[in-house]
């Protein structure tokens, strides 16, 4: 059904409450929304809960889209603010991760990646969760670091900070990766 209607008739559907306009927008759009949600929280039950409630968000105040850009955007900001606002209650932001940690998340990871982009995604993830999500506003959303600094109530400097140790800490990871899949095919 979501691809018979435009996304005007859609949004106008969700505005009158019909389950099947509600439907149509989360059946288009929830795919890209859960690969949001597990950028910030890598465990897929949290991840697709998150994703959910953010589209119970999107349906409550879907009479606050005024059609000024993206529909798809719109959602995409109310879904991670919903992550975000997980991870502060949570208190895991700025917990950090020891490096080996790291390490270990990586080599059980490592043989069930499938291509070359899951595995990054996997590197991501395995990144502390304060690290991942400076990471995820600034390198994927495209949040400022001044924006950043806002949504998660820290300063610019460590906004900064956090996405140079967590750039850091990928290349890191790469760079180990790189080198033992250099040893499997060299033998």
Request: aromatic share 10%.
């Amino acid at each position: 059904m979501s691809k018979l209607y435009s996304e005007d008739a859609l949004i106008r559907q969700c505005q009158k409450q019909s389950p099947k306009g509600q439907k149509a927008v989360y059946e288009r759009f929830s795919p890209k929304m859960f690969a949001i949600c597990l950028r910030y929280v890598p465990q897929e039950l949290e991840a697709e809960d998150l994703m959910i409630g953010g589209f119970l968000k999107v349906f409550q105040k879907i009479d606050q889209f005024k059609s000024e850009g993206s529909f798809e955007g719109w959602i995409r900001r109310i879904i991670v603010n919903e992550c975000l606002n997980y991870l502060r209650k949570h208190r895991w932001l700025y917990a950090h991760s020891d490096v080996e940690e790291l390490k270990d998340a990586l080599e059980f990871n490592e043989y069930e990646q499938e291509a070359q982009a899951d595995e990054l995604l996997g590197f991501v993830q395995a990144l502390p969760q304060g690290y991942r999500t400076v990471f995820n506003l600034y390198a994927i959303e495209g949040f400022s670091h001044k924006e950043i600094a806002e949504q998660l109530n820290i300063t610019e400097s460590t906004s900064k900070s956090q996405l140079s140790r967590a750039r850091a800490l990928l290349q890191k990871t790469l760079e180990e990766h790189q080198q033992k899949l250099n040893k499997i095919k060299h033998g």
